[in-house]
């Protein structure tokens, strides 16, 4: 994708380009869907945005996994940006509204500690992809498992209520 000079395997002069669109293009994605998500939140309901946004998780997971060029792969961040900080948004409004008042605290802190063991997970899986002898699996593997996590969130949040009925 343009890192590396294919007949020498040697950097090229666009690799710090690359590397600060992806970053870039995540991060725009992230601030785009936050503010969507806001009002999503209220047209569509809890559980419609957590689908509308492990769609658009599962999109840019493909995208990314799929492409076949550096543009694909920018398109792809932008859509895992916009759904990764959504859920940023939505998760703890949701749990709030699924929770009973007495633990409502203790579940919204609990995102936290998830976020945190995700972040650690994350870390664990690509040291172990690295480990590889593949190079194509070595970045595609991480990246490809991110998209086990919007498929499961549709299935469980299939089977939750809109909100807390005491």
Known sequence: ??????????????????AGATSGVFQAGAAIGVIVTAIVLDRLGRKNSVYVNAAIGLFGG???????????????????????????????VYTTELSPPKYRGFFVGLNAVFIGTGYSLAGWIGVGFSYSTNPVTQWRG?????????????????FSPERYVA
């Open 1 to 18: 994708m343009g890192l590396l000079n294919p007949v020498t395997g040697t950097v090229t002069g666009n690799l710090l380009n690359i």
């Open 62 to 92: 493909t995208l990314i996994v799929a492409a076949q060029n550096i543009s694909m792969f920018l398109a792809g961040r932008f859509f895992a940006g916009w759904s990764s900080f959504s859920f940023l948004v939505l998760t703890p």
């Open 142 to 158: 991480p990246l490809g498992l991110y998209l086990v996590w919007p498929a499961l969130l549709i299935v469980i949040v299939f």
